[in-house]
C-alpha cells in the first residue's frame, strides 16, 4: 500500500508534499532540483555523509545533509544561494586536499565523479595540503585493483557489498585519519570472502575501486605473430547502453561489439553461443545423472555464485555443477579445429569473476577477460566507425540455439533445461508456462510435470538471496538450483556499463526474448553441425564427457 504524502515542506518557497520518512534529497531531486552528492547510493540513507549535499533549514538555521535527512516534521529548505555554493566547494577542497594529481593517468580519467564535481563547483586549484598518508595498493586480485590513496570514504562500496550484495567483505577500519575501507582485519582481497561480482565498481565515485585491465595484453597479442588473437563476446553486449549508443538510429541493430573487435585486428571473432549449447547439451546429462543419486545440482553458470557456494556450501545432497565454463568449452573446440596452431582467448564479457577464472585456470595458455569498459578504450584507439563491411561471426561456429540466449537472464537456465527436457520426451510445450520461470523476483521454486514425472527447480535471483532460499528449502530441496549473483542477470553485471542500472529489467527482457524468439535454431540438440563437431572431439579423445568436466585431484 502506498505511504501517504502528509509533511508539507518548503524547498526553495515552492510547498511540496512529503511522505514521513523520505529521505530529503529524494524529494529535492523530484523537484527537478541538482543536488551534487559523492556518497549518495538510490534509495538508502547515508551513513557516511560526505556532506557536498547540504542545504540550509530556515526553520532550524542549520546546514544539514540532504542524504543522511529523513523528513520527520515541516522544514524550510534553500538548495542553492552564494554561501551554499562556498560551502559545498569548501567540503570538497577538503576531500581534494589529500587527493593524488594524476587524473592525467588515472584509469577514470574523465568518468571521475570527484573530477567531474570540482568542475561543476569551479575547483580548479589546491588550497589545502595535508600531509599524505602512504596506504599502499592491492593488486592481490586477479579481477579488482584496490587503490586506497584515491578512497574517499564514501562507504558507498561498504553499502552495495553489504546490504544489496550481502556479501560482507567490505568494511570502515581504523579511525580518523587512518581511517580505511577494506576486508576485516586488513586482509587484501584475494584473501577476503570476496566473489568478484564488481557491483562495488559501479558504484565508487573515484578510481579507488577498478578492473585489472588487460588491455595491454590484448594488443600485445594482436602484434604476436607466433599465435592467432581470438575474440569472444557475450552476447549481452549487443544490448549493453554503451554499445548500443554508437547506434545511428534508436532502431538500429548492428552488432557492434564484432565491428570494434574486428577493426582491433583480432584473427578471428566469435560469439559465445555455440559454446553455451554445448554446455547446456552437457548440463542436460549431468542433471539427469543427479537425479538418479537423488542430489540436487546447481549450476555453475555465474562465476560469482559459485565462488560464493565453495566458500559456504550448505548442504551434502548439494552438488555443484563440475562442468568447465563455456569459455572453456570454446577452448577445446579451437584446439580440434586449429590443431597446429598457437592462440589466445580474448573474452569480452559483463562479468569481473571471469578475469579471476581465467587467472586461476591451468590452462596451455594464458585467456583473458575484459569488460565493456575495457571494450569501449579499445574501440578509442582503433580505426572503428559506425560502417563496418562484416559484423558476422566467424565460421564453422557461427550457429548456434534460441536456448542459448536463456542463461544470462533469472530462471533461464531452469527454462532451457525443461526445454530440452520437453524435445527430448516428445512432450509438447504448450501445457508449460514459462512465465512461472521468467518471473522470480527474489527466488522460489517452479514445479513442471513430464511424462508423470514431477520436476523442481529453484531460482535465486541475486547473490544476496542465496543463504535465505537455501535455508528455506533445506527441508525439500529442489532437483536444479540456477544463481545469478547479480540481480536480474548479467546485463547488470558489475563489467556492463553504468548506464545499464537505469535500464528497467521489463524493457530489456522484452528485447532480449525478442531475440530468443527470432533465432532459427531452437535447440542445441538441433544444432547438427556443432553437435557432429563435438562428437568428434570426444571420440578422438577416446572419452566421452570427461573432457569437458573439471579434473579433480585424487
Same mark, same amino acid.
Given at each position: 500500500?502506498?505511504?501517504e504524502?502528509?509533511? $508539507?515542506?518548503?524547498i526553495?518557497?515552492?510547498k511540496?508534499?512529503?511522505?514521513k520518512?523520505?529521505l530529503?534529497?529524494?524529494?529535492? +531531486?523530484?523537484?527537478? *532540483?541538482?543536488?551534487?552528492?559523492?556518497?549518495?547510493?538510490?534509495?538508502?540513507?547515508s551513513?557516511?555523509?560526505?556532506r557536498?549535499c547540504?542545504?540550509y533549514?530556515?526553520n532550524?538555521?542549520?546546514? *544539514?545533509?540532504?542524504?543522511?535527512?529523513?523528513i520527520?516534521e515541516?522544514l524550510?529548505i /534553500?538548495t542553492?544561494?552564494?554561501?551554499?555554493?562556498?560551502? +559545498?566547494?569548501?567540503l570538497?577542497?577538503?576531500i581534494?586536499?589529500?587527493?593524488? &594529481?594524476d587524473?592525467?593517468y588515472?584509469?577514470?580519467n574523465?568518468?571521475?565523479?570527484?573530477?567531474?564535481?570540482?568542475?561543476e563547483?569551479?575547483? &580548479?586549484?589546491r588550497?589545502?595540503? /595535508?600531509?599524505?598518508?602512504?596506504?599502499?595498493?592491492?593488486?592481490?586480485s586477479?579481477?579488482?585493483?584496490r587503490?586506497?590513496?584515491k578512497? *574517499?570514504?564514501?562507504?558507498?562500496?561498504?553499502?552495495?557489498?553489504?546490504? #544489496?550484495?550481502?556479501?560482507?567483505?567490505?568494511?570502515?577500519?581504523?579511525k580518523?585519519?587512518?581511517?580505511?575501507?577494506?576486508?576485516?582485519?586488513?586482509?587484501?582481497?584475494y584473501?577476503s570472502?570476496?566473489v568478484?561480482?564488481?557491483?562495488?565498481?559501479q558504484?565508487?565515485? $573515484?578510481a579507488s575501486?577498478?578492473e585489472r585491465?588487460?588491455?595491454s595484453?590484448?594488443?600485445s597479442?594482436?602484434?604476436?605473430?607466433?599465435q592467432?588473437?581470438?575474440s569472444?563476446?557475450s552476447?549481452i553486449?549487443e @544490448? &549493453?547502453?554503451?554499445?548500443?549508443s554508437l547506434?545511428k538510429?534508436? +532502431?538500429s541493430?548492428e552488432?557492434?561489439?564484432?565491428s570494434?573487435?574486428?577493426?582491433?585486428?583480432?584473427n578471428?571473432?566469435f560469439?559465445?553461443?555455440?559454446?553455451i549449447?554445448?554446455?547446456?547439451?552437457?548440463?542436460l546429462?549431468?542433471?539427469?545423472?543427479t537425479?538418479?543419486?537423488?542430489?540436487?545440482?546447481?549450476?555453475?553458470?555465474?562465476?560469482?555464485?559459485e565462488l560464493?557456494?565453495?566458500?559456504s556450501? =550448505?548442504?551434502?545432497?548439494?552438488?555443484?555443477?563440475?562442468?568447465?565454463?563455456p *569459455?572453456y568449452?570454446?577452448?577445446?573446440? %579451437?584446439?580440434?579445429?586449429?590443431?597446429e596452431?598457437?592462440?589466445?582467448?580474448?573474452?569480452?564479457t559483463?562479468? #569481473?569473476?571471469?578475469?579471476?577464472i581465467?587467472? $586461476?585456470?591451468? #590452462?596451455?595458455d594464458?585467456?583473458?577477460?575484459? /569488460? #565493456?569498459?575495457?571494450?569501449?578504450k579499445i574501440?578509442?584507439? /582503433?580505426s572503428?566507425?559506425?560502417?563496418?563491411?562484416?559484423?558476422k561471426?566467424?565460421?564453422?561456429?557461427h550457429l548456434?540455439?534460441?536456448?542459448s540466449?536463456?542463461?544470462?537472464?533469472?530462471g533461464?537456465?531452469?527454462?532451457a533445461?525443461?526445454r530440452?527436457?520437453?524435445?527430448e520426451?516428445?512432450a509438447?510445450?504448450?501445457?508449460?508456462?514459462?512465465?512461472?520461470?521468467?518471473?522470480?523476483e527474489?527466488?522460489?521454486?517452479?514445479?513442471?510435470t %513430464?511424462?508423470?514425472?514431477?520436476?523442481s527447480?529453484?531460482i535465486i535471483?541475486?547473490?544476496s538471496?542465496i543463504k535465505?532460499?537455501?535455508?528455506t528449502?533445506?527441508?525439500r530441496l529442489?532437483? @536444479?538450483i540456477?544463481i545469478?549473483?547479480?540481480?536480474?542477470?548479467?546485463?547488470?553485471?558489475?563489467?556492463?556499463?553504468?548506464?545499464?542500472?537505469n535500464?528497467?529489467f521489463?524493457?530489456?527482457?522484452?528485447?532480449w @526474448?525478442?531475440?530468443?524468439d527470432q533465432?532459427?535454431i +531452437?535447440y542445441p540438440?538441433r544444432?547438427?553441425?556443432l553437435?557432429?563437431?563435438?562428437?568428434?572431439?570426444?571420440?578422438?579423445?577416446?572419452?566421452?564427457s570427461s573432457?569437458? =568436466?573439471?579434473?579433480?585431484?585424487e
Amino acid at each position: 500500500m502506498k505511504k501517504e504524502a502528509n509533511i $508539507t515542506i518548503h524547498i526553495n518557497g515552492q510547498k511540496i508534499k512529503a511522505t514521513k520518512g523520505e529521505l530529503l534529497l529524494d524529494v529535492i +531531486r523530484k523537484q527537478g *532540483i541538482n543536488i551534487p552528492t559523492l556518497c549518495h547510493f538510490e534509495g538508502k540513507h547515508s551513513d557516511y555523509p560526505c556532506r557536498i549535499c547540504i542545504v540550509y533549514d530556515e526553520n532550524s538555521k542549520s546546514y *544539514i545533509p540532504s542524504c543522511n535527512t529523513r523528513i520527520t516534521e515541516e522544514l524550510n529548505i /534553500t538548495t542553492h544561494s552564494p554561501e551554499l555554493l562556498k560551502k +559545498r566547494s569548501m567540503l570538497l577542497e577538503l576531500i581534494l586536499a589529500n587527493h593524488p &594529481d594524476d587524473c592525467l593517468y588515472c584509469v577514470k580519467n574523465n568518468a571521475c565523479e570527484l573530477r567531474l564535481l570540482a568542475n561543476e563547483l569551479n575547483v &580548479d586549484q589546491r588550497r589545502f595540503h /595535508t600531509k599524505e598518508i602512504a596506504f599502499n595498493t592491492d593488486k592481490s586480485s586477479p579481477a579488482i585493483t584496490r587503490e586506497y590513496a584515491k578512497c *574517499i570514504l564514501c562507504g558507498k562500496c561498504v553499502t552495495i557489498c553489504n546490504e #544489496v550484495q550481502k556479501c560482507n567483505v567490505l568494511q570502515f577500519n581504523n579511525k580518523g585519519k587512518q581511517s580505511r575501507i577494506e576486508p576485516e582485519f586488513g586482509k587484501l582481497l584475494y584473501q577476503s570472502a570476496c566473489v568478484y561480482c564488481g557491483k562495488c565498481l559501479q558504484v565508487c565515485p $573515484t578510481a579507488s575501486l577498478y578492473e585489472r585491465e588487460n588491455i595491454s595484453a590484448f594488443f600485445s597479442s594482436l602484434g604476436n605473430t607466433a599465435q592467432k588473437t581470438i575474440s569472444i563476446f557475450s552476447p549481452i553486449l549487443e @544490448f &549493453d547502453q554503451a554499445i548500443t549508443s554508437l547506434n545511428k538510429t534508436a +532502431r538500429s541493430r548492428e552488432n557492434h561489439t564484432v565491428s570494434i573487435l574486428r577493426k582491433s585486428g583480432s584473427n578471428h571473432v566469435f560469439s559465445l553461443n555455440p559454446a553455451i549449447d554445448l554446455y547446456l547439451y552437457e548440463l542436460l546429462n549431468e542433471f539427469k545423472a543427479t537425479l538418479k543419486e537423488n542430489k540436487t545440482l546447481i549450476s555453475t553458470f555465474c562465476p560469482s555464485a559459485e565462488l560464493y557456494i565453495q566458500k559456504s556450501l =550448505y548442504n551434502e545432497n548439494i552438488k555443484l555443477s563440475a562442468l568447465i565454463k563455456p *569459455i572453456y568449452f570454446f577452448q577445446k573446440i %579451437l584446439e580440434h579445429i586449429y590443431p597446429e596452431s598457437k592462440f589466445q582467448l580474448h573474452e569480452f564479457t559483463t562479468c #569481473v569473476a571471469q578475469k579471476h577464472i581465467h587467472a $586461476t585456470e591451468s #590452462v596451455k595458455d594464458k585467456n583473458y577477460a575484459y /569488460t #565493456v569498459r575495457e571494450l569501449m578504450k579499445i574501440k578509442q584507439t /582503433t580505426s572503428y566507425g559506425n560502417n563496418s563491411s562484416n559484423v558476422k561471426t566467424d565460421e564453422p561456429l557461427h550457429l548456434f540455439s534460441a536456448l542459448s540466449y536463456l542463461p544470462f537472464i533469472p530462471g533461464g537456465m531452469s527454462e532451457a533445461i525443461v526445454r530440452m527436457l520437453s524435445l527430448e520426451n516428445n512432450a509438447a510445450n504448450n501445457n508449460i508456462n514459462f512465465d512461472s520461470f521468467r518471473n522470480v523476483e527474489n527466488f522460489g521454486i517452479v514445479k513442471i510435470t %513430464l511424462h508423470q514425472r514431477e520436476y523442481s527447480f529453484g531460482i535465486i535471483n541475486g547473490m544476496s538471496h542465496i543463504k535465505t532460499a537455501l535455508e528455506t528449502w533445506e527441508n525439500r530441496l529442489p532437483a @536444479f538450483i540456477e544463481i545469478l549473483a547479480c540481480p536480474n542477470g548479467c546485463y547488470y553485471g558489475g563489467g556492463a556499463s553504468k548506464e545499464n542500472q537505469n535500464t528497467e529489467f521489463k524493457q530489456f527482457s522484452k528485447q532480449w @526474448f525478442e531475440i530468443f524468439d527470432q533465432t532459427l535454431i +531452437r535447440y542445441p540438440q538441433r544444432n547438427t553441425q556443432l553437435i557432429s563437431l563435438y562428437q568428434e572431439i570426444k571420440e578422438k579423445q577416446s572419452s566421452d564427457s570427461s573432457l569437458f =568436466y573439471i579434473q579433480k585431484e585424487e
